[in-house]
């Protein structure tokens, strides 16, 4: 089995989506997955923290920022980053109280399905990101 949190060759065979695209384009966004990947050294300057979800089977992946991007074209609070909220969705379906090593290592064994959809909030709406069990 491949150990998806290390840097490897397979990374560069798998097709990125963007959930962004999805979201703009379906006011939402699905991405079943069975591996998930952390990375803490992305970017140019080696510093950035991204969150891969990886579907083995279909060879897709979509990364998502925990740390702000550094080219972004707006400023973002740390805490509202896509990958700040994915982290959130995965320590909920998986287990707030796992460290972060034993949330990707449960994360990894289940798999799961993303969902990315507008919740109402206020007189305004917000994006809720949710993890599902797979189908």
């Known amino acids: 089995m491949v150990d998806w949190n290390i840097a490897t060759t397979e990374m ?14 379906n006011e939402g966004a699905t991405f079943s997955f069975d591996r998930v990947r952390m990375t ?4 140019a300057e080696g510093n950035g923290e991204v969150i891969t979800l990886i579907n083995t089977t279909e060879g897709k ?10 080219d972004a074209q707006f400023e ?10 994915l982290g959130r969705a995965l320590a909920r ?12 290592t449960k994360a990894n ?27």
């Open 12 to 25: 560069d065979s798998l097709e990125f989506v963007s959930l962004r695209e999805q979201m703009k384009e």
């Open 40 to 43: 803490d050294d992305a970017g």
């Open 61 to 70: 992946a979509a990364a998502v920022w925990i740390t702000p991007y550094p």
């Open 76 to 85: 973002v609070d740390p805490e509202q980053t896509d990958g700040a909220r």
């Open 93 to 104: 379906h998986f287990g707030s109280g796992l460290e972060k090593g034993d949330l990707i």
């Open 109 to 135: 064994e289940e798999g799961g399905t993303l969902v990315v959809s507008k919740n109402d909030y206020g007189e305004s709406w917000a994006w809720l990101w949710q993890v599902n069990k797979s189908a």
